[in-house]
């Protein structure tokens, strides 16, 4: 069973960086796919991007092209989402999931999020 642990969600001015954590458990992520989701507030669950276990990245979100940037270290397990230049429609819970390939939708193993708040 892969547990998955987000951190370094917070509060943030608009222009502002963050950077997310997943910390996986239970199993090594060399061998995952591990994707970033972020929900608005009354909004669906979106796909942001994802990198493959080969180090393939795919963004599924526009908008954060040439802001948001995906890396992961095998070693510690761990895959990092960095948000440069957020915009306060960055607002949301994040997500980070694992499967065995990247989508858009259908992982089977989720974190339970991490809030990030971006101000105007």
């Known amino acids: 069973q892969v547990q998955l642990v987000e951190s370094g969600g917070g509060l943030v001015q608009s222009g502002g960086s963050l950077r997310l954590s997943c910390a996986a458990s239970?199993?090594?992520?060399?061998?995952?796919?591990v994707g970033w989701f972020r929900q608005a507030p009354g909004k669906e669950r979106e796909a942001v991007l994802c990198?493959?276990?080969?180090?393939?990245?795919?963004y599924y979100t526009d908008s954060v092209k040439g802001r948001f940037t995906i890396s992961r270290d095998d070693g510690k397990k761990s895959v990092y989402l960095q948000m440069n230049n957020l915009k306060p429609e960055d607002t949301g819970v994040y997500f980070c999931?694992?499967?065995?390939?990247?989508?858009?939708?259908?992982?089977?193993?989720w974190g339970r999020g991490t809030q990030v708040t971006v101000s105007s």
């Open positions: 999931s694992a499967d065995l390939e990247c989508s858009s939708s259908l992982y089977n193993y």
């Open positions: 239970g199993y090594t992520l060399n061998y995952f796919a």
């Open positions: 990198i493959s276990s080969r180090d393939g990245i795919t």
